[in-house]
């Protein structure tokens, strides 16, 4: 049975944790370093916005997903940041490692991290009616959840990635940047919107709508599910057009 919007009453987070491994340490220490939430009301159509910054002194490597034209993962591109300095895009050195020392500091500062996501999500949950989270691939959010202690009392978690790919019968999975050009998904002045939807978004988040940062896939979760959920042959008829241009080598 696919996957629809819990009680008229209930809201619904569309969340995305962006995380990353503490620099030098071989992959061995990550943390999360931002979260995006994007709250529906389902009853008035309303939405609001909540976001936070993991912000510690210490380089992390972010990586991002690198895709094909057909939503298939080719690679990762990984570049150095410091979020408590605010500086991103350096130069990132696979053979660099910390002293053995530092990597106990990496693994303080990353408990100290995923405390800081409990309590944000604790939050989150007793001030807003949440019904469900819905997530893009759940399995960082489930393994974030369970180092941070976090949880859900009571509200189920829907892998939006996973309804899509079960309610059109595929054996693969696209990629949430594949499936946000197939909605024509645009984030630009006051709003955010894709072929059916628009919504308008807060000043204060407008300059976090960048692929792979945490409100920026938060709203393009939740654009997608409302196509997904109110306007799915249209999606259908859309992912069924990329499957055949890949098949035919397009």
């Not at 972010?62 to 570049?79: M, Q, R, S």
Request: charged share 25%; net charge negative; aromatic share 10%.
């Amino acid at each position: 049975m696919s996957w629809s919007v819990t009680g008229q009453c209930a809201e619904s987070a569309y969340l995305d944790i962006e995380f990353g491994y503490v620099y030098g340490t071989c992959r061995g220490v990550m943390m999360p370093v931002e979260i995006g939430v994007v709250i529906h009301r389902p009853e008035d159509d309303s939405v609001r916005y909540l976001g936070e910054q993991f912000r510690y002194d210490v380089d992390v490597e972010i990586w991002k997903k690198v895709t094909d034209p057909c939503g298939k993962t080719i690679g990762v591109a990984t570049t150095v940041a410091n979020m408590s300095r605010d500086e991103y895009g350096m130069a990132y050195d696979h053979s660099f490692r910390v002293p053995e020392n530092e990597v106990l500091t990496a693994r303080e500062i990353a408990r100290r991290a995923f405390a800081d996501l409990r309590v944000f999500m604790e939050s989150l949950l007793s001030t807003a009616d949440i019904g469900e989270v819905v997530v893009f691939a759940a399995h960082m959010e489930r393994m974030a959840f369970r180092a941070a202690g976090v949880s859900l009392d009571g509200c189920s978690l829907v892998d939006l990635q996973r309804e899509i790919r079960r309610r059109l019968g595929m054996k693969q999975v696209l990629s949430l940047s594949r499936l946000a050009r197939l909605i024509d998904f645009s984030a630009g002045g006051s709003t955010v919107a894709s072929r059916h939807f628009r919504y308008p978004v807060s000043l204060e988040y407008r300059h976090f709508l960048d692929v792979h940062r945490g409100m920026g896939d938060a709203v393009r979760t939740f654009l997608l599910a409302r196509e997904f959920q109110e306007r799915f042959p249209d999606l259908e008829a859309r992912v069924r057009a990329l499957v055949d241009s890949c098949k035919n080598g397009g």
